[in-house]
């Protein structure tokens, strides 16, 4: 059982930038890593992943591309996700996740979920 919690949301103008951590209660080497947002009355949509420890594959949203930027601390079974040029359309609830070793886009792969961490960002 993975337990996490995000970190690191709050209210930013848009242009800001904000950091995101999501610390695990064991040890997710083995896992894949994932952040999803949410937004009032729209479905959970796919932000960016990175892959099991041992990889250093990323995969990121097409609206998030050149912006955002997924890592992980494996020492530290913490993954983040560095936002930078936020905009108001980056609005919403952020999740991570985790599943075992492979990183996908969708949400149902995901086994493991945070409580959410509220971003804001006012134009």
């Known amino acids: 059982q993975v337990q996490l919690v995000e970190s690191g949301g709050g209210l930013v103008q848009a242009g800001d930038s904000l950091r995101l951590s999501c610390a695990a209660s064991?040890?997710?080497?083995?896992?894949?890593l994932g952040w999803f947002r949410q937004a009032p009355g729209k479905e959970r949509e796919f932000v960016a992943a990175?892959?099991?420890?041992?990889?250093?594959?990323?995969l990121y949203a097409d609206s998030v591309k050149g912006r955002f930027t997924i890592s992980r601390d494996n020492a530290k079974n913490t993954v983040y996700l560095q936002m930078n040029s936020l905009k108001p359309e980056d609005t919403a609830t952020y999740y991570c996740?985790?599943?075992?070793?492979?990183?996908?886009?969708?949400?149902?792969?995901?086994?493991?979920w945070g409580q959410g961490t509220q971003v804001t960002v006012s134009s």
């Open positions: 996740a985790a599943q075992y070793f492979r990183m996908t886009y969708s949400y149902t792969d995901y086994n493991y």
């Open positions: 064991a040890r997710t080497f083995n896992y894949a």
């Open positions: 990175i892959n099991w420890g041992g990889s250093s594959n990323t």
